[in-house]
């Protein structure tokens, strides 16, 4: 189901772009979950199609969260353009990296054995720092300026995106650990070393989609605003219980 959109009568050119981007990707994933079904191998490690799969997925449902929930932002139009823009097209870079390495039948992060190899990692690497960028200035800009939208829609906003730096805080460091144990001659040990915040970045990842979304299904009942906000209140409290939940798991497994 697509997402709803505040005004849906004057999406942008780039909102159109980035919508597309997104639905592409998620498709891209659902090929690439055929093609697992198809030619099998194991849905776990660093060699396996499911990196293609949750990847194409996740890129894909995010960019187009992304695209929706910054139309609450008090943010100029050109900026915003040109971030979404931007934004869409490092996913494609990270999806698209990540599903040739899976065709070559290769790890696509941390992998340094040959020259091509280390190129499309670091490239990976270097693209996830856009990212974070990105995300971080979308984040800041919810805090600074009040989003709009309906009752509870900017506590779902700020929380989405606040949730959503625990995300890229774990990515970060699944990266900087993974390179690290890779230049250092330890490559097995790198690709192993990112299972333990899996959990903690995938739960945390799409509370920018799923917080702002139950906020708009909440202003489409005939719930009073009090109600309303109670419960998306209690949506993001509960959301930041299995956040902690997952972190103290990584913690104790790291």
């Given at each position: 189901m697509p997402?709803?959109?505040?005004?849906?009568n004057h999406v942008r050119p780039a909102e159109r772009l980035c919508h597309a981007t997104?639905?592409?990707?998620?498709?891209?994933?659902?090929?690439?979950?055929?093609?697992?079904?198809?030619?099998?191998?194991?849905?776990?490690?660093?060699?396996?199609?499911?990196?293609?799969?949750?990847f194409g997925l996740s890129f894909g449902a995010t960019l187009i969260a992304v695209t929706w929930v910054t139309s609450y932002l008090r943010v100029g139009a050109r900026l915003r353009t040109v971030l979404l823009v931007v934004f869409a097209a490092d996913c494609v870079v990270e999806v698209g990296g990540i599903t040739l390495q899976a065709w070559r039948r290769v790890p696509s992060h941390l992998d340094m054995e040959t020259p091509f190899d280390t190129a499309v990692s670091m490239t990976l690497a270097v693209g996830g720092g856009v990212l974070v960028v990105l995300l971080?200035?979308?984040?800041?800009?919810?805090?600074?300026?009040?989003?709009?939208?309906?009752?509870?829609?900017?506590?779902?906003?700020?929380?989405?995106?606040?949730?959503?730096?625990?995300?890229?805080?774990?990515?970060?460091?699944?990266?900087?650990?993974?390179?690290?144990?890779?230049?250092?001659?330890?490559?097995?040990?790198?690709?192993?070393?990112?299972?333990?915040?899996?959990?903690?970045?995938?739960?945390?990842?799409?509370?920018?989609?799923?917080?702002?979304?139950?906020?708009?299904?909440?202003?489409?009942?005939?719930?009073?605003?009090?109600?309303?906000?109670?419960?998306?209140?209690?949506?993001?409290?509960?959301?930041v219980v299995a956040v902690a939940g997952a972190g103290v798991w990584a913690v104790l497994m790291y």
């Open positions: 997402l709803p959109l505040p005004l849906k997104g639905a592409l990707l998620i498709l891209s994933g659902l090929v690439h979950l055929v093609v697992f079904a198809v030619d099998g191998g194991p849905w776990y490690g660093p060699v396996s199609w499911r990196k293609p799969v949750t971080t200035v979308f984040a800041v800009t919810s805090f600074r300026h009040r989003p709009t939208g309906p009752t509870g829609m900017a506590l779902a906003v700020r929380s989405g995106f606040a949730i959503l730096l625990v995300a890229l805080a774990s990515g970060a460091a699944m990266i900087a650990r993974g390179v690290i144990l890779a230049r250092t001659g330890h490559q097995e040990a790198a690709y192993h070393s990112t299972a333990p915040l899996k959990p903690l970045h995938g739960v945390s990842l799409h509370a920018v989609l799923i917080l702002p979304t139950l906020a708009w299904l909440l202003s489409r009942t005939s719930w009073n605003e009090a109600a309303r906000r109670r419960t998306v209140r209690f949506a993001v409290g509960c959301y």
